[in-house]
């Protein structure tokens, strides 16, 4: 094994009772796929997939019985899912224990067909070399590399390379996973690979549906280096694949992606949401609903992106405004859509909103209008949001002020 600091203790423990559970049912048992690459690659591994030659649901309940935490079983894929105890900290708290298949694609573009099979049939079932290998736990074959097709060649060369010519047609979901992992990495898509990028695959990926195809934006933003994984996208021609382009991502809003508000702002952003929002804030109304449609969009996210683009359209409109009218504005806005648009624009008010404005209520309330005899109906909200936009305007200072001012409005 290499450095054993990339993978923590916790995961090092779980890799060892499984692969004593394992040896004592004599099932031979592996971690494959992003953990192989990247320990070989010297990164720190995140998720954990094992496979077994055998019966995963056996192994599975084997472990439950020995270390708690129940398990789920599947029995039609003979997959597990092992709900860890709580003896074990680790998120996630699951783990997927998978028998080794084989998987064939009836119709292009389809979910495959599924049969137990041998870890060689499962590794060759992979999107990229780099991720088809795997490491045998159990017993005395602990820390062997199965490296069928060589993806430790490729690796050293940083190249990605699909296992055969109708890779990206059975699933072109998977050439999202190579320009991420091309850019993750630095690598380069080797050019046997990006010809399978062509009218046949991209066919078929105009066929997938919305929630798949924006499951792999979601990867995309989730990552440190989206910005150079949309531009590529876009070179490869991605975003012409479907009847209406997708926006190309404004490369001015890249040093934007992985930003953060600053803690003074008081609001928590959704990453993932906001570069939604970057991506499609230059866009007109039109091709903001046909793609919101398409990539089946939250309805929070439709809305949000919408009332963005209005907003960026007043912006010009409201630069003189006094804070109120900014303000009123602005309320009626998501704040990440806010916090978006003063991103981009550097527009002070939308700062001052943010920071300040938001807050500021008269400090007058109803009660105190009840208090004095004024008959209860709309009046009420009228004379609130005047002595609002008082305080807002700086017409109203401190409280006296707020009082003469009550005084004249009523
Ligand atoms: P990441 O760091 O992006 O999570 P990962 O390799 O762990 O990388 P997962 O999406 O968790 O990626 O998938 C686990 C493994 O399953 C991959 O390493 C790959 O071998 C295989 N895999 C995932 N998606 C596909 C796919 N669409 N086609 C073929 N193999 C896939």
């Not at 449609?293 to 309805?299: I, M, Q, V």
Request: proline share 5%.
């Amino acid at each position: 094994m290499r450095d054993p600091n990339l993978i923590p203790p916790e995961k090092q423990i779980l890799l060892s009772n499984i692969a004593d559970q394992a040896a004592s049912l004599g099932m031979p048992c592996y971690i494959v796929g992003g953990f192989v690459r990247d320990l070989l690659l010297d990164r720190r591994v995140n998720d954990l997939d094992i496979i077994v030659e055998g019966d995963a649901i056996e192994l599975g309940t084997a472990l439950v019985k020995k270390h708690g935490g129940k398990v789920t079983l599947h029995t039609k894929f003979r997959t597990a899912i092992w709900h860890l105890p709580l003896t074990i900290n680790l998120q996630p708290s699951t783990l997927d224990l998978i028998t080794a298949r084989n998987e064939t694609y009836k119709q292009a573009g389809a979910l495959p067909t599924i049969k137990p099979s041998t870890i060689d049939d499962d590794l060759r079932r992979r999107d990229f070399t780099i991720s088809a290998m795997a490491i045998r736990l159990d017993g005395g074959h602990f820390g062997e590399l199965l490296d069928p097709l060589n993806g430790q060649g490729d690796l050293k060369k940083g190249i990605i390379r699909a296992l055969h010519s109708r890779s990206f047609i059975d699933d072109p979901t998977r050439i999202f996973r190579a320009v991420r992992y091309e850019q993750r990495y630095s690598f380069n898509l080797h050019s046997s690979s990006s010809i399978l990028i062509n009218p046949e695959s991209l066919s078929i990926l105009k066929t997938l549906s919305g929630e798949r195809i924006r499951h792999e934006f979601d990867l995309i933003f989730e990552e440190e280096n989206s910005a150079r994984m949309m531009a590529r996208l876009h070179e490869l021609g991605i975003f012409d694949v479907f009847n209406l382009s997708l926006p190309k991502f404004n490369d001015q809003y890249s040093g934007f992606l992985n930003s953060e508000p600053p803690a003074d702002f008081g609001i928590s952003v959704n990453k993932i949401s906001l570069n939604y929002l970057l991506w499609f804030m230059d866009s007109p109304v039109e091709v903001i609903k046909y793609h919101s449609k398409r990539l089946d969009f939250t309805s929070e996210l439709t809305e949000t992106s919408l009332a963005l683009v209005r907003l960026k359209k007043e912006l010009a409109s409201l630069a003189d405004a006094k804070p109120s009218k900014w303000t009123i504005s602005l309320e009626k806005v998501p704040l990440i859509a806010v916090y978006a648009l003063w991103l981009v624009s550097n527009e002070p008010a939308l700062k001052e909103f943010l920071l300040n404005w938001r807050y500021i209520k008269a400090t007058i309330t109803g009660a105190d209008l009840k208090a004095r005899g004024i008959p209860t109906g709309p009046r009420y909200k009228n004379i609130l949001s005047q002595l609002r936009t008082a305080w807002l305007d700086g017409d109203v200072k401190n409280e006296k002020e707020e009082e003469e001012l009550l005084n004249t409005l009523i």
